[in-house]
């Protein structure tokens, strides 16, 4: 058992957000992170292993391809800042872009595999599913002819990825667990999924709801009052689901979180009860104080 100063696969997981599944393809591609093994084969990683993993985060973050961080280690700039530019994310956006139009479902899902296995999960939702949402948002507001297949395509690789993200998760220990509840009618938003992938990378075990729950229907989960639960509303409230919203606070205490565009219509109703909220897109929200200080309150119980 790794001791207060080693610590195993899943422990590394969870404390920095890169899946079990990364670290190995890092290390056996690229040489990058290598833990001691124990005499049955386990890594156990260090804490320098725990700062190299920060590091290597801090370049992805900047734009530089995992292929090229090796021999940046250890250094604060870009030793060629011309070879190290967007470019390579926007092609990655690119091929998603391209095979979703097309309808490329399988194309789409191995595309994402591929990028899964060596980008840890927060990486790509900022570098490529963000900007990728934001341009089929735009293209499917014009509606082009057969515009809903895209839709479905889109939707299906989701939920495919968070299923396989799910299956990964359950062979490790959970940190915490929560309900993540979506009170949206029709196609679940892709906010909603990023958020679900977001909580499984950080050791969350999700019970998931992924539409058309009713506010109202929530008071049935007050018995699993002892786990977190978010609630996604991205439309305005009425008066009786708002005030069944406010009832959850009595069991659910700061384990409760609210999410989605409708927290800025409702902010000064969930402020006056002491709900906690968080606005704005999932990537952007997960950095979040609120949004740390809630992952550390289920943690506790």
């Known amino acids: 058992m790794p001791s207060d100063n080693q610590f195993s696969i899943s422990d590394v997981s969870q404390q ?78 690119q091929e998603m872009l391209t095979a979703l139009i097309e309808l490329k479902q399988i194309t789409a899902n191995q595309l994402c595999d591929k990028l899964t296995k060596t980008i840890p999960f927060h990486t790509l939702c900022q570098q490529v599913y963000q900007p990728l949402s934001q341009l089929l948002a735009e293209r499917w507001q014009h509606t082009p002819l057969g515009y809903q297949l895209e839709q479905q395509v889109w939707q299906q690789l989701w939920q495919r990825q968070i299923t396989l993200m799910s299956l990964r998760a359950d062979k490790q220990k959970a940190r915490a667990s929560c309900w993540l509840v979506n009170t949206e009618q029709g196609h679940t938003h892709y906010d909603y999924w990023l958020l679900y992938g977001l909580l499984i990378q950080a ?99």
Do not use: F
Not at 28 to 52: A, F, M
Not at 246 to 267: E, F, M, P, S, Y
């Open 16 to 93: 920095t957000g890169v899946a079990s599944i990364t670290l190995r393809a890092w290390e056996r591609r690229y040489g990058l992170v290598k833990p001691q093994r124990t005499p049955k084969g386990h890594r156990v990683y260090s804490q320098d292993n725990i700062d190299e993993i920060k590091q290597i985060l801090s370049w992805l973050n900047r734009g530089v391809t995992i292929s090229k961080v090796a021999p940046l280690l250890g250094t604060s700039s870009p030793r060629d800042k011309n070879s190290i530019v967007d470019q390579h994310w926007q092609d990655h956006v």
């Open 203 to 301: 050791g969350i075990r999700v019970h998931a709801i992924t539409a058309n729950a009713s506010v109202e229907s929530l008071a049935r989960l007050d018995h699993q009052a002892d786990r977190g639960l978010i609630v996604v509303a991205n439309n305005r409230l009425d008066i009786a689901a708002l005030t069944k919203l406010i009832d959850l606070k009595t069991n659910w205490q700061q384990r409760l979180l609210c999410v989605g565009a409708a927290v800025d219509i409702h902010q000064n109703e969930l402020q006056n009860n002491q709900i906690n909220y968080v606005a704005g897109d999932s990537c952007l929200s997960w950095q979040s104080t609120i949004m740390q200080q809630w992952l550390k309150q289920i943690e506790l119980g």
